[in-house]
T-cell receptor, first 113, second 115 residues
Framework: DTAVSQTPKYLVTQMGNDKSIKCEQN?????MYWYKQDSKKFLKIMFS???????INETVPNRFSPKSPDKAHLNLHINSLELGDSAVYFC????????????FGDGTRLSIL | GNSVTQMEGPVTLSEEAFLTINCTYT??????LFWYVQYPGEGLQLLLK?????DKGSNKGFEATYRKETTSFHLEKGSVQVSDSAVYFC??????????????FGQGTILTVHP
């Protein structure tokens, strides 16, 4: 009974393709996040949704489009993939109020050929 | 803006050595502070947290104290094990307002413990 699960775990594709990463949480949290971890392990937030509403949208290319069909799911679609998109993408969830910590998925390693 | 600075890695220690990983932060107001650990091939796991000045977070033998006067949250462990080898991240969450629970991370410190 994984708390935050992402699929796929690995994604290898060619430049120019479009791909999606899915995330689901069963913790009953109201907020979900996408983070990007680069090759130097640096983590940066990309998006956040609270109860299906976009609340954080950092400086991310328009090719990245998050979608939250309900508060337990947050998907990330990437158009026209570029070499620089190669990274590990982490989904996380939390209950927004009270400074609660975030729970992370195991990550999706995206490699662009 | 908010920022977190961790000591440069990688850190290499022998088993049973004392560990300190320095973390300092810049933030307005009174943020919550966290240490996360990432084992190879896995996601981040919360190691410990502190939500106000002078709070001490502790877990699995690790400790960190929220020091507002020095804006620091250094991670310590008295005796490390090989199984502690991982990447450690210090992070802050600004309180209230438009923070929306956003975490700002330090750059991560790679720890390797040899038998």
């Amino acid at each position: 009974d994984t708390a935050v699960s992402q699929t796929p775990k690995y994604l290898v594709t060619q430049m120019g393709n479009d791909k999606s990463i899915k995330c689901e949480q069963n913790l009953g949290h109201d907020t979900m996040y996408w983070y990007k971890q680069d090759s130097k392990k640096f983590l940066k937030i990309m998006f956040s949704y609270n109860n299906k509403e976009l609340i954080i949208n950092e400086t991310v290319p328009n090719r990245f489009s998050p979608k939250s069909p309900d508060k337990a799911h947050l998907n990330l679609h990437i158009n026209s993939l570029e070499l620089g998109d190669s990274a590990v993408y982490f989904c996380a969830s939390s209950q927004m109020t009270g400074g609660q910590p975030q729970h992370f998925g195991d990550g999706t390693r995206l490699s662009i050929l | 803006g908010n920022s977190v600075t961790q000591m440069e890695g990688p850190v290499t220690l022998s088993e049973e050595a004392f560990l300190t990983i320095n973390c300092t932060y810049t933030a307005t107001g009174y943020p919550s502070l966290f240490w996360y650990v990432q084992y190879p091939g896995e996601g981040l796991q919360l190691l410990l947290k502190a939500t106000k000045a002078d709070d001490k977070g502790s877990n699995k033998g690790f400790e960190a104290t929220y020091r507002k006067e020095t804006t620091s949250f250094h991670l310590e462990k008295g005796s490390v094990q090989v199984s502690d080898s991982a990447v450690y991240f210090c992070a802050l969450m600004r309180a209230g307002g438009t923070s929306y629970g956003k975490l700002t991370f330090g750059q991560g410190t790679i720890l390797t413990v040899h038998p």
